[in-house]
Every structure is written in structure tokens, then in C-alpha cells.
């Protein structure tokens, strides 16, 4: 009874401490967002669909533009995220994977801090959660509308759209079963913007008026790189259905959600149907259709984030909360005719990072040249929360690059690899980048293949300059390279 009084004590002053001297974290996470998609980072889509709540994390925090993720697919990202390891050593590689829900995770040291620990919202991992007091999440994929949430083991009905009503849920945690004692470590985490591309009721008719403009890749033809591209299954021409846009009823919608539904997308898919559209014409339709739905999806996305930065604010918690956007990878929003991701190429390749974490980072702040990743998420959530380094985490912290202080050792090569092998067409690849220049290796037996991108000249990766002479010292340089850091993370292929 001396020796649990003793650990009961040591613990509450522990706690207390946490509580003093670290802050909140408060880690909002989407899926398939493209930084294209976020007016923060520029492009055409800025003005026609601003991000003003997203962009104040950015305008208040630090923006990166080279964070890179190690495999992008939901799953295996969520899954690095939450352990610091690449997919091979955390067991996830590919969305059909269970994760092994008793490894140690970045929620469990953060917990050993004396923090108070939540997750709510997407989760997709098959595994039910560990390493929190609290979770909510979602089945799968989960729906847009009417989502049905695991609340610690037992299932609880909503009745809304899914990305209110996981804002709803992260409020009602923080305001009637947060701990006020500890700091909090929650993870806020949409579905929103993933497809099928579901808009709340609100936003249908916005951007009706508007004729979004085409990627400049829109009608790529892959003539630059291996065959490895062109036999894609991810073509906005012909792999992306219209049912994948002929949104309609289904049994997830109240009578009330089908009668707006119905009677804002039936004219149009009839309109559609009617028009019987062909080649370039059909791909331009599916382009403006999607891309809309997509857009109204994050603009749900970006209002919601809009409630939770505000309830800090009137909570008088802003200043002492470290708030990080991300999203699991990027997306093709029409880049080379595509939807999805999985590709090393850039657009899925690079995720948003933003944070804000007052006192610490710089105000408006932009990192455009530490490569940084996914991988090192873990490792910054327990550095905040006072933990030092775990050797068994192959990332690095983010806090002294937050500082402004990037150490001289910093990584400056960045290692990717993927496994789903067929999604979307999509073959098995690994490769690396140094942010200027990309090695990309497609070891099946049918391609054997290697494409080499200069970034600087060809940023968007129409050609392939692999066995050019010309970068006959780089391409080897990155060879070497991408041998060293398979040996250093421990890679089987």
C-alpha cells in the first residue's frame, strides 16, 4: 500500500507536470487532400475555392512544402503516423493489412507523459484502437452521410454529415470528458475530402456558375515515361465511372437528405446521359464534375476546422495548444488525366503540413527546403510531450525545424515505397528523392524499370531522363543512396 501511494503520488506530480510545462496537441488529419486544394499553397484553384480557416494555421504557424510521405495509400499512412516505422516494420503495407494494435505508438508515450489521449473520426486500420481513453471512429471508409461510430467498442447512429458531426463529437470531447487536469493529445480525423466525393447539403450548388480550369496535364499521354504510367486504372476518361459522379439515393440517406439529393443531381446526370459525350469531351465533364464535388467536400473540411480553431480561441486554449494539419498523402485532382494517389510522383507524393504552435513557431512562416515526412509525425508528437527520442522510430522530430533551428544533420535524401500492387493499376514501387531530383525503381519481372526526374526543369514530371548522360553523375549519386537507406530502414523488397 506504501508502494502504490508512493507510484500514486510520483504519477499525479508527474501529470502535473505534463500539464505545466507541455502543450495540448491537437492533430487534425484528412484524407487524400492535395495541397492543390489548399489556398495557402497557391495554384489556380486558390481563388476559386479558398481555404481561409486552413490557411490561418498557416498564417499563424509554419507551412511545409516538401513534406513527403513513405507510402501513399490511407492505411499504411495512418499506420506510420501513429508508430514513427515505415510499412514493412509496422506491419501495415497495404489497405488490406490489420494493424497490430500492440506495437507501441506514438498515442501510448503520450499517454506515459501524463497526457489524456483521443481519437475521433476516421481511423481505418481494421484494428480497433489502443493507446487512447477515448476513441469515436469510423467503420472503413465510413459515409458522408449518417455515419455510424465505434464509441469505445460499441457502435453509436448519427444522423448529419460525417464531417460535422466528427467536429461535433471532437467538441463534445473536449468540453464534457476531457480531463481539465492533463493536457489533451487528440486526433480530429475526416474522411472528407475521399471519394466517393459527397458534398454536405450546403454546399451542392456552389460552384455551379464556375468552370474550374483543366490541369495542364489533363490529356497526358505518359509518352515520356516507362509503361509503367500508361497502365494506370485511374484515368478520369475511363476509369473513374460515372457512378462514381452520378451521385444518387442510397440507404445511408434520410427521405429528407434524398429529396435535395435527388432533386439537385437527377436533371443533371440525366442532362449528362442525354448529351451521350465521347472522348476529350466526356474527360473535360468528368473533370468538372469531380473536381466540384471534391472541392465542396474540403470546403466542409475547412469550415469544420473554422469551429475547432475558434472553440480554442473562446476556451482561452490557443496559446497553449500546438495545432498540426496533414492529410494521410496528396492527390490527383486531373494531374496526367488522374484521380487517386500511390504514385512517388509529386502530387501524390507531397501531403500538407501546417502548424501552429504560439511561442514557438514563426508567424507566416514557410519551409520550402527540410525534407520532411510522415514518419516524422510520432516522433514530434512525443518531443512536444517531453519524451525523448524512441530508437525503435525511424523518423525525427519536427520540433527544432518548428524552432527554426533545422539541425546541420538533417536528412537530405527522403526514401518511398509502396506495395499495393494493382490498385488502380498502380505497380509495386520504391525509389528516392533529394527534393531536386527523383530515382524511381519498378522492379516487377514484367517492367523492370527505373525513371529519373529532374524536378527543377520538369516539375511536372512529363520525362524521364533516365540514362541521359547528361545526369549520369546524379543518377548514380541516388543509386547509392537508395541502397544506403534501404540498409538503414531495414528493407526487404
Known sequence: MKFLSAASLFLFAFSAAAEQTHPNILFL????????????????????????N??????????????????????????????GKYSHLNGFRSNGDTFD???????????????????????????EPTGFD?????????????????TNGETVRHTGYTTDIITDRTIDWLETKWD???????????????????????????????????????????????????????GIADHMGDHRLMLKYSSK???????????????????????????KERTKWHYQRYIKNYLRCVRSVDENVGRLLKWLDDNDLAENTVVIYSSDQGFYLGEHGWFDKRWMYEESFRTPLMVRWPGTVEPGSVNDTDLVSNLDFAQTFIDIAGISD?????????????????????????????????????????????????????????????????LENDPQELESVYGDETYADEQTRLKLELARLQEKFKVDE
Not at 68 to 75: A, D, E, K, L, R
Not at 265 to 278: G, H
Not at 397 to 406: A, K
Open 253 to 279: 440517406h434520410t427521405p429528407e437528405q434524398f429529396k435535395i439529393f435527388d432533386g439537385y443531381f437527377r436533371p443533371r446526370n440525366e442532362a449528362f446521359l442525354k448529351a451521350d459525350l465521347r472522348g
Open 101 to 127: 494494435g500492440s506495437q507501441m505508438t506514438a498515442p501510448k508515450w503520450v499517454w506515459k507523459a501524463g497526457y489524456e489521449t483521443a481519437i475521433i473520426g476516421k481511423w481505418h486500420l481494421k484494428s
Open 180 to 234: 481539465k487536469d492533463k493536457p489533451f493529445f487528440l486526433m480530429s480525423q475526416h474522411k472528407a475530402p475521399h471519394g466517393r466525393w459527397e458534398p454536405a447539403l450546403r454546399h451542392l450548388e456552389w460552384l455551379d456558375d464556375v468552370e474550374v480550369p483543366e490541369p495542364p496535364t489533363l490529356f497526358d499521354d505518359y509518352s515520356g515515361r516507362t509503361k509503367a504510367a500508361s497502365q494506370h486504372k485511374m
Open 29 to 52: 488529419f484528412t484524407d487524400d487532400h492535395a495541397t492543390q486544394a489548399i489556398s495557402a499553397y497557391g495554384g489556380p484553384l486558390a481563388k476559386i475555392a479558398p481555404t481561409p
Open 134 to 150: 477515448h476513441f469515436e471512429v469510423l467503420k472503413g471508409q465510413g459515409q458522408y452521410y449518417n455515419p455510424g461510430l465505434n
Open 54 to 83: 486552413l490557411d490561418r494555421i498557416a498564417e499563424e504557424g509554419m507551412l511545409f512544402k516538401k513534406c513527403y510521405v513513405t507510402n501513399s495509400i490511407c492505411g499504411p499512412s495512418r499506420a506510420v503516423v501513429l508508430t
Open 390 to 454: 524512441q530508437k525503435n522510430m525511424q523518423g525525427r522530430s519536427l520540433v527544432p525545424v518548428l524552432e527554426g533551428n533545422t539541425p546541420a544533420d538533417w536528412r537530405k535524401t527522403h526514401y518511398y515505397h509502396y506495395y499495393e500492387a494493382g490498385g488502380h493499376g498502380v505497380p509495386v514501387h520504391f525509389g528516392v528523392t533529394d527534393g531536386r531530383y527523383k530515382l524511381i525503381r519498378f522492379p516487377d519481372p514484367k517492367l523492370d524499370a527505373w525513371e529519373f526526374y529532374d
